[in-house]
């Protein structure tokens, strides 16, 4: 198991994300501790991931970009054998405090087999605002890692900022550089990376939110 202390040994993740996220971790944690109680939508579709996965073939979940871990306890609260995976040690540290009875693991999200997760070793992966800090170019390879690690028929789920008609577009996130992707051009990837899309969702931003949310649903080729 990877300590807290160290870095990942594959150089992978970007390093400035994850300082970045060491940086604002506490105050991330606070705001986001309770953030899905005010979202019906996030929670309709969690709960769906949630069902395709348990009537298919249960087995692990991974949280891949977990932050302090309230995302991934949602998902062992809807009876998901959830853990969550981070860049950033002091998210993995409050995780960790704030959930002991769950697994949470220092590593990034495309060297999963750093942390000993074996191909098809996964029932579902789950990504939620965290493929945004990805650079477009350096998708593909996420998209790959995830089909690795999931088994055949496994589910992905991804939450991301969507582009509102717009191309792939760089902003300026709060915490560091992200990118809003049009719903279309990454299930294109997906589909290109083996997946089979289950479903789409737009979420229209709240009153203290900037932009539309796009959701993916999609299901590794059996
Ligand atoms: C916006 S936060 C989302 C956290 C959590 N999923 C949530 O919904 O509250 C993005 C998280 O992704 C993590 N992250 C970014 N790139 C990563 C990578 N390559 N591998 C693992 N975690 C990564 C960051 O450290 C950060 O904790």
């Known amino acids: 198991m990877t300590e807290t202390s160290s870095t990942p040994s594959t150089p992978s993740g970007n390093p400035s994300t994850a300082d970045a996220y060491d940086a604002v971790a506490e105050l991330y944690a606070e705001l986001a501790r309770d953030d899905l109680d005010g979202l019906p939508l996030d929670r309709a579709?969690?709960?769906a991931f949630a069902e395709h996965v348990l009537g298919t073939a249960p087995g692990p979940v991974a949280e891949l970009g977990c932050g302090?871990?309230?995302?991934?306890?949602?998902?062992?609260?809807?009876?998901?054998d959830a853990?969550?995976?981070?860049l950033s040690p002091a998210m993995i540290d409050l995780a960790r405090a704030a959930y002991p009875d769950l697994r949470f693991e220092l590593g990034s999200m495309d060297a999963l087999d750093a942390l000993g997760v074996a191909d098809g070793a996964l029932a579902g992966v789950v990504g939620w605002y965290s493929v945004i800090h990805t650079p477009p170019s350096e998708i593909p390879a996420y998209l790959a890692e995830f089909g690795r690690v999931?088994?055949?028929?496994?589910?992905?789920?991804?939450?991301?900022f969507e582009a509102e008609g717009g191309p792939v577009t760089e902003f300026d996130h709060k915490v560091t550089t992200a990118y809003r992707w049009p719903v279309g051009e990454l299930a294109r990837l997906a589909a290109a990376a083996g997946f089979t899309e289950t479903g789409r969702m737009l979420r229209e931003p709240r009153e203290s939110e900037r932009f539309r949310r796009g959701h993916l649903l999609m299901r590794k080729g059996e």
């Open 45 to 47: 579709l969690l709960a």
């Open 68 to 80: 302090p871990g309230q995302l991934t306890a949602h998902l062992r609260g809807l009876g998901l």
């Open 83 to 86: 853990f969550g995976v981070d």
């Open 150 to 160: 999931l088994a055949p028929g496994g589910y992905l789920l991804l939450a991301f």
